[in-house]
């Protein structure tokens, strides 16, 4: 069964300092990987999403995320961090082994300090 | 487009009650999910359906069921509420077939209570 860890469930930074979320998936197979952002007391949207071809994908707000094959990994970064940033942020996996459902990281909650 | 609908936003339930959770969506997909958010535990899939009249169960299907009668609605069902399933349940739809089957589209979540 495929898996997905987001290493620390909060990430503290502060405005205008470099955003970094980890995700690393446990697959030989490269997957369709995600991040989506839940921001508070709503549902998850897309944040960016990488499926073929290029490895660093951009997103949405200025985030972008590197696919790294040989170190099974999807971080998250963002340059400068805004206060609208601060939410839930979910690393998602699928496509492996044929199956479409994906499977989601724990989350990581962004805090970002004025 | 409405996107992905769920009613209701919030209820309370005392153990043993039952209700119904409905799910819609205007976007013709052909799957669609049930999860439950808990803190620190991520999203757990509940149920899913790739289509109309069929279901599946997730990895945690114990106490819920599910019914897919028409492509637009997936309803969760309770039958004897527990503590348990305190929790925030939301609902995701998505195409089939191909990379752009895994984006899924999330509604804004049923926060639901039982005491």
């Known amino acids: 069964a495929q898996s997905v860890t987001q290493l620390g469930s909060h990430v503290s930074v502060s405005e205008g300092a470099l955003v970094l979320l980890r995700c690393n998936y446990s697959?030989?197979?490269?997957?369709?990987l995600f991040w989506y952002v839940q921001y508070p007391n709503q549902g998850l949207q897309l944040l960016l999403k990488?499926?073929?071809?290029?490895?660093l994908v951009k997103g949405i707000n200025g985030f972008e995320a590197e696919f790294k094959k040989s170190e099974t990994s999807f971080h998250l970064t963002k340059p400068s961090a805004h206060m609208s940033d601060a939410a839930e942020y979910f690393c998602a996996v699928s496509g492996v082994g044929g199956s479409y459902i994906p499977t989601f990281g724990r989350g990581t909650s962004l805090i970002v300090h004025p | 487009n409405a996107g992905v609908t769920q009613t209701p936003k919030f209820r309370v339930l005392k153990t043993g009650q039952s209700m119904t959770l409905l799910c819609a969506q205007d976007m013709n997909h052909e799957y669609m999910y049930w999860y439950r958010q808990d803190p620190g535990m991520g999203l757990r899939l509940i149920h899913y359906s790739v289509g109309e009249g069929t279901t599946a169960k997730g990895e945690v299907p114990d106490g819920y069921n599910v019914s897919r009668l028409k492509k637009q609605n997936f309803l969760l069902g309770l039958e004897s509420a527990a503590p348990s399933q305190t929790s925030v349940y939301f609902c995701?739809?998505?195409?089939?077939?191909?990379?752009?089957?895994?984006?899924?589209?999330f509604g804004p979540g049923t926060r639901l209570t039982v005491l």
């Open positions: 995701a739809s998505s195409k089939a077939g191909g990379p752009m089957a895994n984006e899924q589209f």
């Open positions: 697959s030989s197979v490269p997957p369709y």
């Open positions: 990488y499926t073929t071809g290029a490895t």
